[in-house]
């Protein structure tokens, strides 16, 4: 058994803890980061990037094939496309290849001692790894939990045969033929819509009365329209019931109440995500907890000194941005900086067709809080450059204070706006007021003017409607 | 475009009259429908007058600390014609006024724009109230300040809330910071320095009420202060016996609830102590009642609440209602009826009471009790010096009407009761 000690030890290599390794690293800490399987966790190897990856291939795919059937309004046509999906997955392999590299090679420059392995508490200073090599002890004077969060599963869907996580969805080497997406979350719909465009006869199940229950209904709306065109049939208000007896099809309990068979050679669950709070010694150093997950105040700490926790594990949202964020802080207050929590804008961006986009508080949420507001859209239909993506689906929308017009809140639905997020993040970070963004020259022509007219239209005077 | 005139609203009962102790308003400013606009006090309760439109304010008709007539008109708004003012460019153009301007009748005066972006060294002065469309930060809302800006103070150790900002929606820019630094940095480096000018600051309100009756009482009535040392061993252990073993719902006692059933037991054999003198009709009134009235340090001064029939409430409940009426009290909420109709009072300073004080009798009454501090001294138990929880009860009466003998017994009684505290709960 062979022991090690350092300052800081990282256990978890995904978004939120190689961050933290790097900043750590950078701001000379003695680091080291465990990591069960490849650096970058969920987000670069099963989650964020592989599905961006996909995503694009499918809409690449869904172009040429409406362009070789003629319909395309570009007057462009050619002969059917083919496509070799283990290619594609291969493609995307790569990619998760070069970025995980990519970010062993950072830890290396940062100078991180990285230990491959499951990590488990022995008590609050000490973790030991099972490597391949045999047990590690490590020995720190602090520890962060950056154990990140699994997927759901059903019970009465257990992963496994053709019950696929996001994991296996993204490892397919077959387009299904037909796909049943249980839960109408942001994960499924996602997927859902690619494999739709990649001729996929796809049919989602969300128990909720619509679909991405977490915005509101006006801001799905172009999303579950361009689903219908897609072909992608909706069941809301719809439970899954489990498999057919001879596994070839969902049974779903609709919204009517009647039972119906919905074929299906793969079925794709994707409920949500739950925090990895299991299997690595929590209960060695009883942590205090917010419901699933571990409780954190407004430096990340833990209830027990000198363990900090970051990422999925400590709460909502489950975002890789929120944790990279959490993971540079922690680093900087474990090297001795005055830092705190203090964001006021998480942006979260949902890469369905269209993308919708949010920052800040909702109207709905600021009315919750007892702000009185201001707010208004403004449609791509009336932007001259989404009419040349063929894009005019959408709008941008602007919530401010109607006293003093401070931005609170600023979401989007539309072919690639989730480009527009770093300006709405920027906005609500500065404390923009309305008066800002309508007094900043946004380029011509670029979707970002609708952000401007947003803005304008607030104020009573937008020019393009 | 239309005129609004807003008077003085009927107040309070049989009310004829109050005093306008804070405009929330200047002229010019523009509200919406109940934004507060001005303050008045009757008699002791502040009531706050809301706009009943939206508007700009066109005229101020009294000065803080004049007495306003019930119905004569107190502002004017001027309201639109067409729907709610439009609230832009012109709030921004207007320089932003210097906290310290006094609601000054001055016509509205059309403010030239502001042609130049205030000049850096601004900082150093006094830092400006936020544009008008900026309205100052209610307390507990969270300062707008970019990131690098939370940085910087974060790691300066300066708490952004502290800062009024003055950028636009009040937000805190880098020169608002540099300003605050700057000022919190010159105290300790400016050495000693001579200060000039003299602050005036106009006695109203709360203020000049305690002000008023403290005048009455120490000039009417002969003080004589009496100054006893109480043995409070037992009773603390009583208390914290009480405290530990309290039911959860049940607040935690204080001794203002004990001393307020020991002065029930007192007054009692003693009912000249507990009593109203109406000098100049020359009459007692003794009450059978006992009102207790306890005073409370509020954020505008003095108040005295009073906890009424002490005589039909149990320790417990004279705890709920001492707290009752002291978070009221802090908190402004207390009514008229609450802050009025005491019989006899305690004055009560924690543990800042010190070791005798000389109090004040609330006029009209006859006696109040002053509660000094709690120390251990040592005392002489006959054959050793042993530590006891020693406090002093500094009372005074009135001279006229109570002679020296009988604030004595009255003292002498309260000592024995808290001296011994089951006497306290025993009846007859």
């Known amino acids: ?465 | 475009m239309g005129e609004h005139v807003i008077k003085l609203p009927d107040v309070g009962e049989g009310v004829a009259e109050a005093e306008l102790v804070e405009w929330h308003v200047k002229i010019g400013d523009l509200v919406r429908e109940d934004t507060v606009i001005a303050a008045v006090m009757t008699d002791k309760a502040t009531v706050e007058i809301p706009s009943p439109v939206d508007g700009e304010i066109i005229w101020l008709g009294a000065e803080i600390g004049e007495t306003v007539a019930v119905g004569s008109p107190i502002v004017r708004i001027k309201i639109a014609g067409d729907g709610p003012a439009p609230v832009e460019p012109k709030s921004e153009a207007r320089q932003p006024a210097p906290a310290a301007v006094e609601a000054a009748p001055a016509p509205a005066k059309k403010a030239e724009p502001a042609a130049k972006p205030p000049a850096p060294a601004a900082a150093l002065k006094p830092v400006p109230r936020a544009t008008t469309l900026g309205l100052p930060r209610p307390e507990g809302e969270r300062p707008v300040a970019s990131p690098a800006v939370r940085l910087r103070a974060k790691e300066a150790g300066i708490d952004l809330r502290q800062i009024p900002g003055t950028g636009p929606a009040g937000r805190v820019t880098h020169e608002d910071l540099d300003g605050f630094a700057a000022r919190g940095a010159a105290v300790p480096v400016a050495g000693l320095q001579a200060r000039t000018g003299v602050e005036e600051i106009k006695v109203i309100g709360l203020r000049r009420r305690i002000a008023e009756k403290m005048a009455l009482a120490k000039s009417r009535i002969p003080h004589i202060t009496y100054v006893e040392e109480i043995d409070v061993t037992a009773l603390e252990e009583l208390r914290a016996r009480l405290n530990a073993t309290k039911k959860p719902e049940r607040p935690k006692l204080t001794l203002l609830p004990f001393l307020m059933r020991a002065l029930v037991k007192a007054v009692a054999e003693q009912p000249q102590l507990n009593a109203i003198y109406d000098d100049d009709a020359g009459i007692i009134h003794r009450h059978a009642g006992v009102h207790i009235g306890m005073a409370a340090q509020t954020p505008g001064g003095l108040m005295v609440p009073v906890v009424k029939h002490a005589e039909a409430r149990d320790l417990w409940d004279c705890a709920v209602e001492v707290n009752r009426l002291a978070e009221a009290a802090k908190a402004g909420t207390a009514t008229r009826e609450e802050l009025t109709g005491s019989t006899i009072t305690i004055t009560s300073l924690g543990a800042m009471g010190g070791v005798a004080t000389t109090p004040v009798i609330n006029y009209p009454e006859v006696a109040i009790v002053g509660v000094n501090k709690i120390m251990i001294r040592p005392m002489w138990d006959g054959s050793q010096f042993v530590p006891r929880k020693m406090m002093n009860l500094s009372s005074s009466f009135d001279h006229r009407v109570i002679d020296g003998w009988d604030a004595a017994v009255f003292v002498q009684r309260l000592k024995a009761l808290l001296e011994a505290p089951a006497m306290i709960f025993v009846e007859g």
């Not at chain 1, 090679?105 to 990285?114: E, F, M």
């Not at chain 1, 689903?227 to 909706?234: P, R, S, T």
């Not at chain 1, 969902?250 to 995500?273: F, H, M, N, P, Y």
């Not at chain 1, 400590?314 to 001795?336: F, K, N, S």
């Open chain 1, 1 to 465: 058994m062979k022991e090690i000690s350092c300052k800081l030890l990282i256990i978890g290599a995904g978004p939120g803890g190689y961050i933290c390794a790097i900043r750590a690293g950078q701001l000379g800490i003695d680091t080291v980061i465990v990591e069960a399987v490849k650096p970058g966790g969920t987000c670069l190897n099963v989650g964020c990037i592989p599905s961006k990856a996909m995503i694009h291939a499918a809409d690449e795919y869904l172009k040429v094939s409406e362009m070789a059937s003629g319909t395309s309004p570009l007057g462009i046509s050619l002969s059917a496309p083919a496509l070799d999906l283990a290619r594609t997955v291969a493609w995307k392999d790569r990619i998760v290849g070069r970025l995980t590299t990519g970010v062993a090679g950072l830890l290396k420059k940062a100078r991180v001692k990285s230990v491959q392995g499951w990590a488990r508490f022995r008590d609050g200073k000490t973790v030991e790894v099972d490597t391949e090599t045999g047990l590690q002890v490590i020995r720190a004077e602090t520890i962060v939990i950056a154990t990140g969060s699994v997927p759901v599963e059903l019970p009465f869907l257990p992963f496994g045969g053709s019950v696929i996580s996001s994991t296996g969805a993204l490892a397919l080497k077959q387009v299904p033929q037909a796909l049943a997406v249980v839960g109408g979350g942001y994960i499924g719909l996602e997927l859902g819509t690619a494999f739709a465009k990649l001729g996929a006869k796809v049919t989602v199940i969300e128990a909720l009365p619509r679909i991405l229950p977490q915005y509101d209904a006006e801001l799905t709306r172009p999303v579950a329209k361009r689903l219908e065109a897609l072909g992608v049939k909706v069941l809301t208000g719809a439970k899954a019931k489990g498999l057919s007896a001879k596994g070839d099809a969902l049974l779903v309990e609709a919204a009517d109440g009647s039972e119906q068979k919905i074929a299906a050679d793969k079925v794709l669950v994707t409920v949500g995500r739950k925090p990895l709070v299991e299997g690595w010694g929590l209960e060695e150093i009883d942590l205090d907890r917010d419901g699933r997950f571990i409780r954190i105040d407004e430096q990340c700490r833990t209830s027990m000194r000198g363990i900090y926790a970051i990422g999925d594990v400590t709460g909502e949202p489950m975002l890789a941005h929120r944790a990279m964020a959490q993971g540079e802080m922690v680093a900087e207050i474990v090297a001795g900086h005055k830092r705190s929590w203090d964001k006021r804008s998480i942006p979260a961006v949902c890469f369905t067709d269209p993308e919708v986009v949010t920052a800040g508080l909702s109207p709905d949420e600021a009315k919750a809080l007892g702000i009185e507001i201001k707010s208004s859209s403004f449609p791509f239909s009336a932007n001259g450059r989404a009419m040349t993506l063929l894009g005019e689906d959408g709008f941008v929308r602007i919530v401010a204070r109607a006293d003093n017009h401070l931005v609170l809140g600023i979401q989007a639905v539309g072919t690639g706006v989730s480009e527009l997020s770093s300006a709405f993040s920027l906005a609500i970070e500065m404390g923009a007021r309305l008066e800002d963004i309508a007094g900043t020259i946004h380029a011509h022509p670029t979707q970002s003017e609708a952000f401007l007219e947003a803005a304008l239209r607030t104020l009573g005077h937008a020019l393009h409607i």
